[in-house]
């Protein structure tokens, strides 16, 4: 079993689909569970790999290769880095968490779950796979679930967010697999072994890396979602369910960041560099930005969207700038984002299961009404808005201590971005919480246990990871130090 | 010793008698009965042509081959016959054109 | 762990630090369940940690070394390239602010039990209350820049919470959102500041950081805009000119909040922080810092003459008074300022307390609805004067040594640099005017008859647990200073004790010479021509306080006896002024009012800050925001969805002609090979005959082709 780990914890929601799919659609409990247990499965494996995990090592672990199709030398390789470990432990993490975030789904209860299953394979998949063609195929795999359960399960505007949402990610894995097979012809003998494209990226030309980078970048840009990619995602968000929005905002945005240091960086250096400071400046813009944009939102949710995107921001700030603090921040930003975001979508999934609206000026007074409900929201936002002694707040400081010394002026003006995420968030607050009770929610209900069991933990780790950010830290250090070597090998 | 020509003559012979029957008679069961003479006669150049050009076992066995196949075929062709009995209560192929088109 | 600090020392000023956040965590989780909702836990905890800092305190004294520094600091984050530890740093400054702090967060929760009883929120709020002495016990203890940034902006978020402790009342919510996002402003300048520090010296200490500037690793402009930078957050904290707008209306919070957060502790965290990091501003930045407390003690003592509020008045005194210790660490006094800190944190604490006192009993903030309470509450009365005879300078009381000191040092500083008198002059027009109108605020409030006949009949003195925190702060209020110890403890340091010794030796010749001309700053910035005397002259006069001997001895000692004079002539005129006004009511206050009808609008619309930030700032901002949705929903997502439309436009197209063109051939086609197969049908006879003399026909044709052509 160790010496599969990454295989089981991969696979194991698959085997969990194929059990729902053999249940009857009538005993929708039995399918509950069922996929609960199918996910807290790879949960319990991935705390064993935080646990097992060598933090003295730089390189892969746990590692298991296989050839899979001869003709065209692809494998199934699979193993992770520092890089990886935190978000596999997040994707397990918050899978497990939105198995019971989903319990309210009365439509279609077998095909929800399984495809949900089917999406937290490809979601593991993508940050284990290191054979660039498994990588892709994990990439596909996570996006048709996507696409049926937000047109499926989703709003009233659902199709139109799921097929933009299609859309978009189809162009980018387009110009991936483009980028992907021309970094496989260019390469002799052909490969599609990451860590050999790593190693022997001086095979590849200047003119060819900025080409490749450019088109990986626009693939991996619509995953972040970087601006101006960004608008499928307060429509998906919107949108998805309380669940698929988790997912989709506490995963998938992290694929375009970690698709980028994992190929972009270590395969083309010379593209990276060139274009670290066009990232930085990118960075700024979906900072200030997703800020400005998230002020002037009157529905919840959506506001919580472009606050991703302002978020996503400083990873692609702190990345750009290449120095230990500035790559140890964007992941540490990845990691963070995902909780706290997560928090976030929850929460709006508790109110709009109450009120049955999102409209930021429509409620008032919460906070007498809903007591416990308030508090975390409290902590998300804070967390949100990086107070210290919230995780939020180290990995922005540390994406700014580390972008400082190379983009002075640029780290400067994102500074500016604290200001504004308050100033959203502090109304938000204000506008929902604060104030008067509204008479039409005298008897709305407080947060009950189901909906605590999933916010608790992450808000522990919002918590903890304010106080003591080291147990992340120590994980991924070495691989980032190693990465940003790679990308400086010009 | 008989020269190969003359069986090659005996199975043209045959093969020609065959194809004549299946073309000609109306009656299934004595098209079924031409057909077995046109195997025959493949059978006859088998065999000749193993005796005198291949001297080797492959031509009988295929010859052997041919004679089981003819067995199974005969079976399933009178099984064939024996419903089209049932169906139009005659077995005169020239009344069987469903497949007219 | 790097640490000169005995184990116990570590346990103690740990426990101090801890028991605040614990009384939080209790309150928050089991506050409502606990017997009288848990007050007595959150004052117990708070009153524990007290007397730690007194026994603390009482270590100090014992030792009585100036220099005296005992530091530990762990590891806390360390990626490789990137190293920040957190560490206690325990001086006699951070002694003495663990008893201001520890002071009045003890007394201000003695006094919450009577003020808020029976409040809806009653045991958040004292949850509330722990965790802001918590931060505020943070930020005095921390070693590093880093530390400072975090608990600062916890004491940023525990303000927050309290001013808008009574949310359901839209001011509260707006003062406290108000509060949270103007000091944020001054933080980003001070994140910035730290950034600049730690991109060049790659340290958070301030003990490394005040060696790199001894050894001149960093100088010259970049230090004086990390200088700037870092005072930013003061100007925020501190409620400084241009961010002083929140303080006014962090009023709305519960009373001892005000006295606590809004008078003594946070709001002084700015002064501290300036005191703290004082070897690293260069003497432009301390020109700047100067000024701008300059420019906020003239205006805020301004202002405080027309408010009616009892709460707003004292509220834009403190700003007045913060504006005065900035001012004074701006022109070197370091001593002064930090002293002023001190006994400002027990007068205004007592004066505010006192205010929440008249306030709880007349259930009014507007003085014109009081009048004449003295009678109804002596303790109160008699408190309230005696901090105000403290602000207001009359000498043996804590705040004339204070207000004093800082007077001497500007003045010294004036002698100096002739075009810097002004400072010292605005100086002493504000302190009679602050003089002025807290003898109005006594005038109104306490003295003349009642202006509210009901109100005044439901008056009645506060309970014990609200005036044993007056009188004990009244004691502090006057004896506070006496005795000179707190200038013999906390003297402003010499960047030369941080010199390392590996660079010492490499200063250029004449060390000696360099030495006895200023110590410091000279040999970083030689290019610099203030510096000289900047340094040089309000040394001579901290020396002299500190009982030390200098060149300039006597010039400062002239200054200081100057300033005494003046000071005390200042206050006496303010006082008698208020008196004329508003006790013997000789002048009339309504007649000047109509006289200078154009001032007093400007005053008491504060000089339209708010307006013009709420249009300028925040209605930019605002419409910046809406264009920015606008712009994603019309122009990038339009251009997205453009793109989409055009596609399928273009696909309509592509239908149209797939089904003319293309579908015409198919058909075509279709037809075509229908015709031929109507007369193709007719081969199909369905007997089978027929097909196989067909088959036979073309195999016999096929055998003659092959026979004529030959194989």
């Given amino acids: ?490 | 010793m008989i020269p190969l020509q003359g069986y090659l003559v005996i199975a043209a012979v045959l093969f020609v008698l065959g194809l004549f029957c299946v073309m000609t008679r109306r009656n299934a069961v004595t098209i079924l009965m031409g057909i077995e003479l046109i195997l025959n006669s493949a059978n006859v150049n088998f065999i000749a042509f193993a005796r005198y050009c291949a001297p080797d076992i492959q031509g009988h066995v295929f010859a052997i081959f041919v004679i089981i196949m003819a067995a199974a075929e005969a079976a399933i062709a009178l099984a064939i016959v024996l419903n089209l009995y049932k169906r139009i209560n005659s077995i005169d192929v020239d009344e069987v054109d469903m497949m007219r088109g | 762990m790097a640490t000169n600090m005995p184990a116990d020392m570590v346990t103690s000023l740990v426990l101090i630090l801890l028991l605040p956040l614990a009384g939080f965590a209790i309150q928050m989780f089991f506050g409502t369940r606990l017997p009288r909702k848990g007050d007595w836990l959150s004052t117990g905890l708070i009153g524990i940690s007290l007397v730690l800092g007194i026994v603390m305190f009482i270590r100090t004294l014992g030792v009585f070394d100036a220099g005296y520094a005992r530091q530990v600091h762990w590891p806390w984050i360390d990626i490789g390239g990137f190293r920040v530890g957190m560490g206690i740093l325990f001086d006699n400054l951070t002694a003495v602010m663990l008893m201001v702090v520890g002071i009045v967060s003890f007394l201000v929760h003695l006094f919450s039990i009577g003020y808020l009883h029976g409040d809806v929120r009653y045991s958040r709020y004292f949850g509330y209350l722990g965790i802001f002495s918590f931060s505020m016990l943070g930020l005095v203890l921390c070693d590093n820049l880093l530390a400072l940034y975090v608990f600062w902006e916890l004491v940023g978020l525990s303000s927050y919470l309290l001013i808008g402790h009574w949310f359901e009342k839209k001011s509260a919510s707006d003062a406290a959102k108000k509060a949270f996002l103007t000091t944020r402003i001054g933080d980003v300048g001070m994140f910035i500041g730290i950034m600049i520090l730690y991109a060049k010296l790659g340290t958070f200490r301030f003990d490394e950081i005040f060696a790199a500037v001894a050894d001149g690793e960093i100088g010259g402009s970049l230090l004086t805009w990390a200088g700037v930078g870092l005072f930013c957050g003061a100007i925020g904290k501190s409620a400084q000119f241009p961010l002083h707008v929140w303080l006014p209306d962090a009023m709305e919070g519960p009373t001892p909040v005000s006295a606590l957060i809004h008078a003594a502790t946070m709001v002084a965290a700015g002064v501290y922080m300036v005191g703290r990091l004082f070897l690293l501003f260069t003497p432009e930045a301390l020109l700047v810092i100067a000024y701008i407390g300059l420019i906020t003690a003239v205006m805020a003592a301004s202002i405080a003459i027309v408010q009616t509020d009892i709460k707003k008045a004292l509220a834009y005194s403190t700003i007045s008074q913060l504006g005065y210790m900035i001012t004074a660490l701006g022109v070197g006094g370091y001593t002064a300022g930090l002293f002023h800190l001190m006994t400002h944190a027990f007068f205004k604490a007592l004066l505010f307390l006192g205010s929440g006192s008249v306030i709880h009993a007349v259930h009014s903030q507007e003085m014109p609805d009081m009048g004449g309470l003295r009678k109804k509450m002596p303790v109160t009365f008699w408190t309230f004067l005696v901090a105000t005879l403290a602000i207001s300078g009359v000498p043996g009381l804590s705040g004339f040594f204070s207000k004093d000191m800082i007077l001497g040092a500007s003045l010294a500083f004036g002698m100096e640099h002739s075009s810097h008198l002004i400072i010292f002059l605005l100086l002493l027009v504000t302190a009679g005017v602050t003089a002025f109108y807290m003898f109005r605020v006594v005038f109104l409030t306490f003295l003349g008859r009642p202006r509210d006949e009901e109100r005044y009949a439901h008056a009645h003195e506060s309970p014990a647990v609200m005036t044993i925190p007056l009188t004990v702060l009244a004691v502090l209020a006057v004896g506070s200073a006496w005795g000179g110890w707190f200038q013999a403890l906390v003297v402003k340091p010499e960047l030369g004790q941080y010199r390392t010794a590996a660079v010492a030796p490499a200063v250029p010749g004449g060390e000696h010479g360099e030495a006895h001309a200023g110590e410091h700053h000279e040999a970083v910035h030689d290019e610099t021509t203030i510096p000289d005397a900047l340094h040089a002259d309000p040394e001579g006069h901290e020396t002299h306080v500190a009982g030390g001997d200098h060149a300039d001895h006597g010039a400062a000692h002239r200054a200081h006896q100057i300033a005494m004079i003046t000071s005390i002539l200042a206050a006496g005129l303010g006082i008698l002024l208020a008196w004329l006004f508003y006790g013997r009511r000789l002048f009339s206050a309504e007649t000047v009012r109509r006289r200078l009808a154009a001032v007093h609008l400007l005053l008491s619309k504060k000089y339209y800050f708010d307006e013009i930030y709420a249009v300028g700032v925040v209605g930019t901002t605002l419409w910046v925001s809406r264009a920015a949705r606008a712009f994603d929903t019309h122009v990038v997502d339009g251009a997205v969805n453009g793109t989409a439309w055009r596609a399928r436009g273009f696909s309509w197209f592509i239908g149209l002609f797939d089904n003319t063109v293309i579908d015409g051939m198919v058909n075509g086609v279709a037809g075509t090979v229908t015709a031929w197969g109507r007369q193709f049908r007719r081969i199909q006879t369905g007997k089978i005959q027929n097909y196989l003399l067909g088959l036979v026909a073309v195999a016999l044709i096929l055998a003659f082709v092959r026979l004529v052509r030959g194989f």
């Fill in chain 1, 1 to 490: 079993m160790t010496g599969h780990v990454l295989s089981w914890t991969t696979f194991f929601p698959l085997i969990g689909m194929a059990v729902i799919l053999a249940m009857p659609r009538n005993r929708p409990n039995l399918i509950k569970w069922t996929a609960a247990a199918a996910s807290a499965v790879p949960l319990v494996l991935s705390v064993w790999i935080f646990v097992n995990f060598d933090r003295g090592e730089a390189g892969l672990q746990f590692v298991e290769r296989v050839p899979w199709i001869r003709a065209f030398n692809i494998e199934y390789f699979m193993g992770i880095d520092g890089l990886s470990v935190p978000m596999v432990i997040l994707t397990a993490l918050l899978s497990f968490l939105c198995m019971f975030a989903s319990w309210n789904i009365n439509k279609m209860v077998k095909g929800y779950f399984a495809l949900f299953l089917l999406l937290e394979t490809g979601m593991m998949g993508v940050f284990c796979a290191l054979d660039f063609f498994l990588f892709f195929v994990f990439w596909e795999v996570m996006l048709l679930p996507m696409y049926f359960l937000i047109g499926i399960w989703g709003g009233p505007r659902r199709e139109y967010a799921a097929i933009k949402f299609f859309l978009y990610t189809l162009l980018g894995s387009v110009l991936m697999l483009l980028s992907m097979i021309a970094l496989y012809l260019m390469h002799d003998p052909h490969t599609f072994d990451m860590t050999r494209l790593w190693t022997e990226y001086g095979v590849y030309g200047r003119t060819f890396q900025l080409i490749v980078y450019v088109a990986l970048f626009i693939g991996f840009a619509i995953k972040v979602p970087v601006f101006p990619f960004h608008t499928w995602l307060p429509d998906a968000h919107v949108e998805a369910p309380t669940a698929i929005s988790v997912i989709l905002a506490g995963v998938l945005l992290k694929m375009g960041i970690y698709g980028m240091l994992r190929i972009s960086y270590p395969i083309l250096p010379v593209a990276t560099v060139y274009f670290a400071y066009g990232l930085a400046v990118l960075g700024v813009i979906n900072i200030l930005y997703g800020a400005l944009c998230a002020m002037a939102q009157k529905d919840l949710k959506k506001l919580v969207a472009y606050s991703s995107i302002s978020h996503m921001g400083y990873c692609l700030l702190g990345m750009a700038a290449l120095t230990p603090a500035g790559m140890n921040g964007a992941v540490l930003q990845m990691f963070n984002h995902g909780t706290t975001t997560a928090m976030l979508f929850l929460l709006v999934g508790v109110i709009y299961d109450r009120a049955h609206h999102r409209d930021i000026e429509g409620f008032g007074g919460l906070a007498t009404q809903m007591p416990v409900y308030t508090g975390i929201v409290t902590v998300a936002f804070f967390a949100s808005l990086g107070l210290p002694g919230l995780s939020g707040f180290i990995s922005e400081a540390l994406v700014f201590l580390g972008a400082f010394p190379v983009f002075q002026t640029l780290t400067i003006i994102a500074v500016i971005g604290i200001v504004l995420t308050a100033g959203y968030i502090l109304w938000t607050l204000q506008r929902m919480f604060l104030g008067t009770l509204n008479e039409k929610y005298k008897s709305l209900p407080d947060i009950n246990g189901r909906e605590l069991f999933t916010l608790v933990p992450l808000a522990i780790i919002v918590i903890v990871l304010g106080v003591w950010p080291m147990p992340v830290l120590d994980l991924m250090r070495r691989s980032l130090g190693w990465i940003a070597e790679m990308a400086q090998r010009v």
